[in-house]
């Protein structure tokens, strides 16, 4: 079993930044991917990125590169999203999810097996 515990939300004006934090435990995540979801008010859950623990190797949506960018530390087993040039639209409740995954990438919210319980971002206009 895997828990997730998302933190670091907040309200921050736009163009600002923010650092969010999931921390893991519980197994082992060598084999792992940790993906950023995020939910808008109205909206269905969307995919942001994910990487790889394995090598670290990411993939990030087109409206989020150059802007975010996730990254982990092996001895905290943590993964990490940290946002820049915040937009308004980019509030959402965020969520990080793993999965087992030695190949490929995993894209959709049903590919994933763990999920924290999410930490609210707002940015303000």
């Known amino acids: 079993q895997v828990q997730l515990v998302e933190s670091g939300g907040g309200l921050v004006q736009a163009g600002g930044s923010l650092r969010l934090s999931c921390a893991a435990s519980?197994?082992?995540?060598?084999?792992?991917?940790t993906g950023w979801f995020r939910q808008a008010p109205g909206k269905e859950r969307e995919f942001v990125g994910c990487?790889?623990?394995?090598?670290?190797?990411?993939y990030y949506v087109d409206f989020v590169k150059g802007r975010f960018t996730i990254s982990r530390e092996n001895g905290k087993s943590t993964v990490y999203l940290q946002m820049n040039s915040l937009k308004p639209e980019d509030t959402a409740v965020y969520y990080c999810?793993?999965?087992?995954?030695?190949?490929?990438?995993?894209?959709?919210?049903?590919?994933?097996?763990?999920w924290g319980q999410g930490t609210q971002v707002t940015v303000s206009s």
């Open positions: 999810a793993a999965t087992r995954r030695s190949t490929g990438w995993a894209l959709r919210s049903s590919e994933y097996d763990y």
């Open positions: 519980g197994r082992t995540f060598s084999s792992y991917v």
């Open positions: 990487i790889r623990w394995s090598g670290g190797s990411t």
